[in-house]
């Protein structure tokens, strides 16, 4: 990937919080461009191996319930771009016109092969076409909808520098963020003012430490923590 001169970014992107992460990547745009060819590669590659797995998860989710078999949403990416992210669908059908647009746990709307995809984030696969497109990468920071990212501070806006990743140490760390909003009174207002700002700070210290190699780590580690959150649920559904 290409980064942009300094002169050419969003004004609002344009502060000294910025500038700082700025200054870190641009000496690593080398790095960078081979980021953006692994991710292509890659992208096809699996693309290619997973038809039989699209067919399978498409044909579910039609018998499943009444709806697309593809989600879309309008998300954040590179330098403020908006985009439609792709994902299987795993909800009733305009899930986003019937609560908040984010999920708690034991959310009704989540179907039934819904929970299946999203544990196994299978609901992801589709993202691999983003990557392609430019507007995501493999490892990055998760693409927010409009209405948070209008609540970004200065430095948060840093995190616009790069495209949005399908994974990160952040989604790790996070992956059971739908438990943390379950209680929730107010799951939107918690998710602003309690979880985004700490999802920030490691999102930010990812860039500050950008690293090829370290991706391809987090890759690895993002497959463990898929698979261990399946093995732990299948162990206490046994004890259940």
Known sequence: MVM??????PDNMKNESVRAYYDILYKKRFSLVIKRIFDVLLAFIMLILLVPV???IS???RLDSKGPIMFRQTRVTQYGKKFEIIKFRTMVNNADELGTQVTTSNDVRVTRIGKCL????LDEIPQLFNIILGDMSF??????VVKYVEKYNDEMMATLLLPAGITSETSILYKDE????????????TYVHDILPKKMKHNLKSLHEFNFLYDIKTMFRTVAAVVKRDKDSSEISDIA
């Open 54 to 56: 699209f067919i399978i």
């Open 178 to 189: 739908e438990l943390l909003l379950s209680n929730a009174i107010n799951p939107d207002e």
């Open 118 to 121: 999203r544990k196994l984030r």
């Open 59 to 61: 044909f579910a989710i």
């Open 139 to 144: 490892v990055g920071t998760r693409p927010e």
């Open 4 to 9: 942009k001169k300094w002169d050419y970014l």
